[in-house]
Every structure is written in C-alpha cells, then in structure tokens.
C-alpha cells in the first residue's frame, strides 16, 4: 500500500457512522420541516441540550440495568479525568434541562421536542449505526391518560404524512411502584422454575429485572418467556383506569391498537403506558417509534415530583420506508463572458439572491459553450448570459434549459419571469 492510500484509509468515516451527502439530505431536510411542523401545531417546543452529558445522569435516569448503559455507552474520560458519556438517548437530558433551569415554575404541562444524533457502541449491522438520529418529545407535568393518546395519535400524524402506511400501534402498562413488584416477582418464580432453558443473560435479568427477559432476542427465551405471567391480571386499580382511559381515548382517535401484554421496552424507567409504533414492511428491526410513561423519573433525579411521558423515533429507519419528495430546487446558472462581465456578474447574483432566487456563479474563465455544459451538470433551470453587450444595454439574455425558450430583458423583467416560474 502506498502511503497515500494508506493515509486515505486511516481517515474513513468510523465504523458505524455515515456521512448524509446532498441528494440524500435533502429527504431529511423534508423530514425535519415536517416534524416541526406536525409538533408545534400540538403546543411542543423545541429544547437542544449538549451532545455529552456526565456519565452519572444515563447511569441514573436510563438505568443502570438496561442493555443501553451496561453494554452500549459511549463513555470517555475527559482532560479534567471526568467521565462522560455521549447522549446514547434524550429523555435524561431533558430532565436535567428542567430541573436545572426550574422550567417546571412556568406551569405545567411542558412539551418539548428534539431532533438530533444519539451514539450508542451498539454492533454496527444493516440498518443500526453507532450515531444515529433520533426525533423526540416530552411532556411533563400532565398525569391524564388522554395526553398518552394524544401523544400516539402526534406520532401516527406524523408517519401519515410521511406517507409510512402498514403500520401497527402496540400499547401495553408495566404497572407502578405500588403494583410492579408483586408482577416482578411473580415473574422471578414463573423464570427460576425454567432457569435452565434461559440464557445466561436472562439468568441474570430474573435477579435483577425480570421484565427484561420480554426483550431477549433468543428463541428459546421467548418460547419461556410466552408462559409467563401477564401484567394485566397485577395492575392496581389506578393503572388500569389509566390504561382503559388510554383505549378509550384511541378509539376516539381512530387509531387501530393491538394490546400487547409483553411489551415493556428496554429502558428502566417506564411506569403504567409504553408503545411502540411498528412497521409491517421492515424486517426484525421493524420499530418505528416507541415510548412511554416515567412517572418517577424526575424526582428520582431529586427534582420535584412531575410526571412525564414521552417518545423516540428513529430518523434513519423511518426515512428508509417515508414517501418524502424533496423540494424541487429551481437555479439560475449565471453564465458570463471577460473579466468586466464578471464583475456586472457579482452584483447581478447579489440582486437575485436577494429577491429570492438560487444564483449559481462559477469563477473560472470559460467559453459559452462550457458555461453551458456546466449549468447542465448543475441542473439549472435557466441560464443568464452576460457579455459586454448585455452590461452597455442593462438587458440580458434568459435561457430556459428544458425547453429552450429564450427571453430578453431588464434584470427586473426578468427576476418578474424567474418568480413566476
Ligand atoms: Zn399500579
Ligand atoms: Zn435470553
């Protein structure tokens, strides 16, 4: 290997990350206007918190047990011997954000949302990156199920105009502090009874989260694992209230829902509702959204005593199936002739710029003919063409690329022409 490529090599983008070139980033340009604008019109706001956060706050809110801080963190040790780690999810954050700033003084209920890379030391396969976007919302400070409904019913709005059909909402409750325990340890003894068809990971899950074995991948583990108990037969009579209140208010939304007694998520910190919005059309890693309550998140976090709940969706996965058309650009190829017309040329791309038109200038000397194979290389939609004539005359020849039309005019005749187009 010459030392060339060898230094080529050695700067490739890191396993597990992908740069988003022009002709794909302008799919998640649309995605973003959209989730702005399907978010606000629910009252949410953004919040942008750092990249990295310390270690302690994921070890904290996400749980110490999960899969996400065990094995999957991207934890450094920094110049002044700290440990942090990059965001490997939001909600954390967004606790840490209210509680620092004491947003919760402004009244409740509170909803945020966020856009943006989450890292995770995951094993890079299809589909699954090692930083990875993430859309997410919160609300916090509003206990009524309807505000669960309301947030499903916010995701699915979202995926419909993302043209994303075939897809399956899924709800479920893992019950509270009050009810959870005696439905834990209903399940340590259904796991201890088949300890031995588990793997060793799940051996370990029915000490410290038997829940947890519901996520296992293993076939055998799920084969035990569709014996086990249901969480519907231990909820206390506040979860199950809330719960039918959370049917109750999807069926008013119309949304379709398949009640799935397995579904706890990955995550610690969920009481009463999860969910998760799959997709029918995408393989084993068919999740498209997934969420839920964390009534005890924040005062866990030894700030007040606020509910939340709320939702992550997968940037990447999502736009692999979304039907967005990217916005049709429209470009004025500005084509000039000598050194005085590229001058004219700088002010004229200034005028159109500023009046709302995309203006392509290129700085190198060349005959009409190559400016022309340029503007089509660009796919620009029309050319201007500038010589010393079209300077003397303040008037400029237009060329519209797909058809062939030319028109002559002033600039301002023809910035009427260009807008109009
Ligand atoms: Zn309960
Ligand atoms: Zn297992």
Known sequence: ?????????????????????????????????????????????ELRAPVFEATELFEKGTG?????????????????GRSLTLRPEYTPSVVRAIIEHRLDLEGAPMRYYFMGPMFRYDKPQKGR???????????????????????????????RKLGVIGTETLVNSVGCRACRPAYSQALRDAAGKRRSELCLDCQRKEETNPLR??????????????????????????????????LACLDIYDIPYR?????????????????????????AQNSLVGGGRYDDMMKNFGGPDICGIGFAMGMERVLSIAEVAPPKRKSLYLAYLGDEAQKAGLELARYFRA??????????????KAHFGRANKLHAAWVLVLGEDEIKKARFGLKEMGTGRQVDGTREELLAILRND
């Not at 110490?64 to 801080?69: E, I, L, M, N, Y």
């Not at 009481?271 to 393989?283: A, D, N, P």
Request: proline letters at 2%; one cysteine or more; aromatic letters at 10%.
């Open 1 to 45: 290997m010459t030392e060339d490529a060898s230094s080529r090599k050695e700067l490739a983008a890191i396993k597990g990350t992908k740069d988003i070139l022009p002709g794909e980033v302008e799919k998640w340009q649309t995605l973003e206007v959209l989730v702005r604008e399907t978010f606000e019109l629910y009252g949410f706001r």
């Open 64 to 80: 110490s047990t999960s899969d996400v801080v065990t094995k999957e963190m991207y934890t450094f040790i920094d110049k002044g």
């Open 129 to 159: 990156f090692r930083q990875f976007h993430q859309v997410d919302i919160e609300v916090f400070g509003e206990k009524d199920a309807a505000v669960d409904a309301e947030v499903i019913e916010m995701a699915d709005a979202l995926l």
């Open 259 to 283: 009640v799935e007694p397995r579904l706890v998520r990955g995550l610690d910190y969920y009481t009463k509702t999860t969910f998760e919005i799959v997709s029918r059309s995408l393989g």
């Open 355 to 368: 009046n709302g038109v995309e203006c392509l200038v290129e700085f190198k000397d060349r005959g009409m």
């Open 213 to 246: 074995i519901f996520d296992c991948k293993v076939e055998a583990c799920q084969a035990v694992a569709r014996s086990f108990p249901v969480i519907q037969d231990f909820l206390c009579g506040e979860c199950r209230d809330h719960f039918s209140k959370l």
